[in-house]
C-alpha cells in the first residue's frame, strides 16, 4: 500500500520524506511519459521521538485550567498521528491557539467536552495554524494531528477572561427596544461564540428612509433589517471586519434588526438612522397603470422614485412611425435597472449596471406600443428617465440618370444597406440573415469579419451595433443577443478581463479575445489547478441531487442550492444549459429577473486528471461516463463573478470569488424565483415540514457545528422522518449527511432558506 509518493511534472526531481516504523518496505519507480536514466537515493536515519501527549481524548495531556498563556512541545507523524491535549476554563474567556514550528503540513482542531469541533484550522504545507475563539466555562480539547509527513510543533494556548455585558437579547421576543426611531441613535455591543445573535426592536411612524451602518469590527459578523414577522427584507454580509450597512425605505410599523456572529468575536458600533419621506409615486407600479406618456416624438424627461415601497414604475407611450428610441436612468443613489417592453410587457432589452451606474438603452422602434419599467434592485433611489424617440427617415432612391437606351427600374434599397455602412458587413449579414435568423455561429462569423484588415474601424463598429438593438428582426435567440451585445456594447467583465470594451480601432485581436470570452468560454475562471478536457455528457440518466458532490472550493452554498434545484425543480437545471455542439456550453442565470449568459468550454480544473472542484462522478478526465453539468455550473458561476452584479462589484473571473455565500441569493440567480428566509428560532416545526413536503427548493445555513452537523456549512433539507422526528440534511459533499431533531435545529439556530414557489 501506498505511503507516500512524488509526482513532479517533466524533468523535476522528485523527493520523498516519511517517519518510518521498524518493518519492511518497497520503492516503486516508474514511468509516466518518455524514457529516462535515473539516480536513486535512499537514507534512513534512526529516531527516538518523545510522545508527550496522548493519541485519544480519553489519554489527552492534562493542561488543567487555562488562564493566560502556555506552550508545548511535542511532534505528529507516521508513528504518531495525533496528540490530544485537554484544558478548561472557569469562566467565558476569548481562547487563541498557535501552532509554530512545522517542517510538513499538521492540522489543528478545537474540540468541546463531547469531541465535537468547534473550529479548525488547515493551512497548506508548514504555514503555521491558529484558531480563535470565545468559550464558556466548561472543559475542551486541541487536537493536533498530521496531514502529511512529520514534523515537531509549538503549541501556545491562551485564554484571558471577557467581562462583556450583553445589552441586546438573543431573541426577536428579547430584543432590545429602541422605540420610536426618529433621527440617528447608536449602540454598542458584541457577539461572539457565547452570544450569536443581538435583536433590536424598532418603529417607525411614517414612511422613512432608513440607515445602518455597523462599524469598530475585530471579527467578522453580518446584519439582517427584519420586518415585525421575522422575515428578512434586507442584509448585509461583508467579509472580515469590512463595516455592514443596509439602507432601506420603510412603511410605518414595526421592524427588528439582527446582529449575529459568521466567525470570530467582536464588539462593534450600531447606528441606527430614519428620515421621513414624502415620496410622490408618479408612475403606476404594473402595466395596467403605467404612467401615460403618449406619442413619443422629441425628449421628455421624468423623475420618481423606487424602493422597498414602490418596487416597479411602469410608462406607456408609443411611436407613429418607425423610430431610434435612447433611454437613459441617471441621478441614481442606490442600484436601478431598467427594461424596454412590447406591447404585452415581454422584454426586448434591458441594462442593469452595478451599483450607482447609469442605465441606458437604445433600440430601432417599428410604429406601436411600448413600456419602459424602472425597478429597483437595491436600497431606494430618486432617478430621472429620458426618452427620446427619432423619426428613421429612409434614404432617398437615387433618380437614374437619363440615358439613349431604356432605363431599368432601380433596384429598391433594402434593410441592410439602409441601415448598415459597410460594404462587406452588407453582403454578409443579408446572406446569413437570408433565413430570417442570425444564430450564434451567425454572429461570430459577423464579429470577425468585422475585424478584417487587422481592426475595426468606426462603420464597422455602428454596424455591429445596429445588428444587436435590431435582434427582434433576425429573431434572434435570447443567449446569442445578450452575448452578442457584451460584445458589440459593453460588459462590466470586459475591463478587468484585460480585454476591454470595443471601439472604433479595435484591433484584431481584441476582437477575437471578447469572441473567445462570451461565445467560445476560453477565459476560464483563475485557479491554481490544471484544465484538463474532460470527456462526458452534460446529464447521465438525469438531473439528480446526488449528482452534487463538492471540491475544493468553499461554495457549498451555491452547490447546496444546486442540489436543491436538483431534487425538487430540475427542468431548471435542464434549461440552464444549452448544448452549442462545439465543446461548449451556454450558461443561463438570472440578474434581478432578467436572463444573462456566460459561456464554458469542457476544460476543467483537475488535480492529477481527477476533479480539484466540483465532481463529474468520481472518474478521471477521459471517462465517457462523466456527467458534467454540477462543475460546468460551478465554473459559468465563477466567471459570471467578473460581470460584477452576482458576487460583489470587484470580483473576478476566479473560482476564489465563489467561496461564502447565501443560498436564497442562488436560488434567484439560478432559477430567477423569488426567495425567502429565516431563523430556524422564528419558524415552527410545522412550517418546515410543510416546507419539506412541498416542491420549494429549500435549503439550511449553520454557523456552528453539532449533531454531525459541520459548522460554517450549507445543506439541502431533502426529508423529513415523522417516524423519528428527525430532517435529512443532505451534505454537498456527497458524504457526512445528518438526521436532526426540530430540538436540535432550534439549538444550531439554523437559517432556513427556500424558494417562494
Not at 91 to 112: E, H, I, R, Y
Not at 259 to 281: A, F, I, K, M, R
Not at 545 to 556: E, L, N, P, S, T
Request: charged share 10%; proline share 3%; glycine share 8%.
Amino acid at each position: 500500500s501506498v505511503i507516500s509518493w512524488s509526482e513532479t511534472d517533466g524533468i523535476a526531481s522528485e523527493s520523498i520524506t516519511s517517519q518510518l516504523t521498524a518493518g519492511n518496505y518497497y520503492v516503486w519507480v516508474y514511468q509516466y511519459s518518455g524514457n529516462t536514466n535515473y539516480n536513486l537515493a535512499l537514507n534512513a536515519t534512526a529516531v527516538a521521538p518523545v510522545d508527550n501527549a496522548g493519541n485519544t481524548r480519553a489519554k489527552a495531556r492534562a493542561v488543567g485550567t487555562l488562564s493566560g498563556s502556555k506552550t508545548f512541545s511535542d511532534w505528529v507523524g507516521s508513528a504518531d498521528t495525533n496528540d490530544y491535549y485537554s484544558f478548561n476554563v472557569g469562566t467565558t474567556s476569548n481562547f487563541s491557539l498557535n501552532l509554530t514550528g512545522l517542517t510538513a503540513d499538521v492540522d489543528v482542531k478545537l474540540l468541546d467536552s463531547s469531541g465535537s469541533v468547534i473550529s479548525s484550522s488547515k493551512t497548506d504545507g508548514t504555514a503555521s495554524e491558529s484558531i480563535t475563539s470565545q468559550l464558556t466555562a466548561g472543559n475542551y480539547y486541541v487536537r493536533v494531528y498530521q496531514y502529511s509527513g512529520d514534523t515537531n510543533y509549538n503549541l501556545a494556548l491562551n485564554a484571558t477572561a471577557v467581562t462583556s455585558v450583553d445589552n441586546a437579547g438573543n431573541t426577536r421576543a428579547k430584543a432590545r427596544a429602541v422605540g420610536t426611531l426618529s433621527g440617528s441613535q447608536t449602540f454598542s455591543d458584541w457577539v461572539g461564540s457565547a452570544d450569536t445573535n443581538d435583536y433590536y426592536s424598532f418603529n417607525v411612524g411614517t414612511t422613512s428612509n432608513f440607515s445602518l451602518n455597523l462599524t469598530g469590527l475585530t471579527a467578522d459578523p453580518d446584519v439582517e433589517l427584519l420586518d415585525s414577522s421575522g422575515s428578512v427584507i434586507s442584509w448585509s454580509g461583508n467579509d472580515g471586519t469590512v463595516s455592514e450597512s443596509i439602507t432601506s425605505q420603510l412603511t410605518a410599523g414595526n421592524y427588528y434588526v439582527r446582529v449575529y456572529q459568521y466567525s470570530g468575536n467582536t464588539n462593534y458600533n450600531l447606528v441606527l438612522n430614519t428620515t421621513p419621506v414624502t415620496p410622490v409615486d408618479n408612475a403606476g407600479n404594473t402595466l395596467a397603470t403605467a404612467r401615460v406618456v403618449g406619442t413619443l416624438s422629441g425628449s421628455q424627461t421624468f423623475s420618481d422614485w423606487v424602493g422597498s415601497a414602490d418596487t416597479n414604475d411602469y410608462y406607456s407611450f408609443n411611436v407613429g412611425t418607425q423610430s431610434n428610441l435612447s433611454l437613459s436612468l441617471t441621478g441614481l443613489t442606490a442600484d436601478a435597472n431598467v427594461a424596454l417592453l412590447n406591447s404585452s410587457g415581454s422584454i426586448i432589452y434591458s441594462s442593469t449596471n452595478g451599483g450607482t451606474a447609469s442605465e441606458s438603452i437604445t433600440s430601432q422602434l417599428t410604429a406601436g406600443n411600448y413600456y419602459v419599467r424602472v425597478y429597483q434592485y437595491s436600497s431606494d433611489t430618486n432617478y430621472n428617465l429620458a426618452l427620446n424617440a427619432t423619426v428613421v427617415t429612409p434614404n432617398p432612391t437615387p433618380t437614374p440618370t437619363p440615358t439613349p437606351t431604356p432605363t431599368p427600374t432601380p433596384t429598391p434599397i433594402d434593410w441592410y444597406s439602409q441601415n448598415l455602412q459597410d460594404a462587406q458587413l452588407i453582403t454578409l449579414t443579408s446572406s446569413l440573415a437570408a433565413d430570417g435568423n442570425l444564430s450564434r455561429n451567425d454572429m461570430i462569423s459577423i464579429f470577425r469579419d468585422a475585424k478584417d484588415g487587422g481592426v475595426v474601424d468606426a462603420n464597422e463598429l455602428t454596424d455591429l451595433r445596429t445588428l444587436v438593438t435590431n435582434s427582434s428582426r433576425f429573431t434572434m435567440i435570447d443567449s446569442v443577443r445578450v452575448l452578442s451585445n457584451k460584445i458589440a456594447n459593453s460588459d462590466a467583465a470586459n475591463t478587468p478581463s484585460g480585454f476591454g470594451n470595443l471601439f472604433a480601432g479595435s484591433s484584431a485581436t481584441q476582437m477575437e479575445n471578447l469572441i473567445g470570452k462570451w461565445f467560445l468560454g476560453t477565459d476560464r475562471p483563475d485557479t491554481s489547478y490544471t484544465y484538463s478536457y474532460v470527456s462526458g455528457s452534460l446529464f447521465q440518466n438525469g438531473v439528480s441531487a446526488d449528482d452534487i458532490r463538492q471540491g475544493q472550493v468553499g461554495d457549498c452554498y451555491y452547490v447546496a442550492t444546486l442540489s436543491s434545484i436538483a431534487q425538487e425543480k430540475p427542468a431548471y437545471i435542464q434549461n440552464m444549459f444549452t448544448d452549442n455542439g462545439d465543446n461548449t456550453f451556454t450558461v443561463r442565470f438570472y440578474n434581478s429577473g432578467v436572463a444573462d449568459y456566460v459561456t464554458v468550454d469542457r476544460y476543467l480544473p483537475t488535480s492529477r486528471g481527477y476533479a480539484a472542484y466540483a465532481d463529474w462522478g468520481g472518474n478521471s478526465s477521459s471517462s465517457t461516463n462523466n456527467e458534467l453539468w454540477v462543475a460546468l455550473a460551478e465554473k459559468a458561476y465563477a466567471q459570471l463573478a467578473e460581470s460584477g452584479w452576482s458576487r460583489s462589484s470587484r470580483s473576478s473571473n476566479s473560482y476564489s470569488s465563489i467561496s461564502n455565500g447565501w443560498m436564497d441569493t442562488v436560488i434567484r440567480q439560478v432559477t430567477g424565483l423569488a426567495t425567502s428566509g429565516n431563523s430556524v428560532n422564528s419558524m415552527t416545526q410545522n412550517q418546515l415540514i410543510n416546507l419539506v413536503n412541498s416542491n420549494q427548493i429549500l435549503t439550511a445555513g449553520f454557523s456552528s457545528g453539532g449533531y454531525g452537523v459541520v459548522g460554517n456549512h450549507a445543506y439541502t433539507i431533502t426529508a423529513y422522518n415523522s417516524a423519528n422526528g428527525t430532517f435529512h440534511l443532505r451534505n454537498p459533499w456527497a458524504t457526512s449527511h445528518a438526521d436532526v431533531t426540530w430540538s436540535q435545529l432550534l439549538s444550531l439556530r439554523a437559517t432556513i432558506q427556500w424558494s417562494n414557489t
